[in-house]
């Protein structure tokens, strides 16, 4: 084989390698993207979204913040709610 032709098939295995990886790589965000956001569509409330991992904002109550910007607050009971009324 001539010098030029061995260099042309080297810059072709490395153009195919590339374009494997790329494709890869694009699959693997759509895959997750799809999955991603069917997680999101089953939280609903505060406990689910703590449940799911998601931050949760050290305040009375709590509220908890999904990545797609939706907040959800921890429900008090009567209990709590009475303890949050100050003395008269």
């Not at 001539?2 to 590339?18: A, E, Q, Y």
Request: charge should be positive; include cysteine; hydrophobic fraction near 40%.
């Amino acid at each position: 084989m001539r010098p030029n032709t061995m260099i042309k098939m080297k810059k072709d295995v490395m153009l195919v390698i590339i374009g494997g990886i790329i494709i890869v790589i694009l699959a693997g965000i759509l895959i997750f993207g799809k999955n991603t956001k069917k997680e999101l569509s089953k939280i609903t409330d505060f406990e689910s979204c703590a449940k799911a991992g998601y931050p949760v904002m050290l305040s009375y109550p709590a509220i908890c913040k999904t990545p797609d910007g939706r907040t959800f607050t921890q429900v008090l009971t009567e209990e709590e709610k009475k303890k949050l009324v100050p003395p008269q």
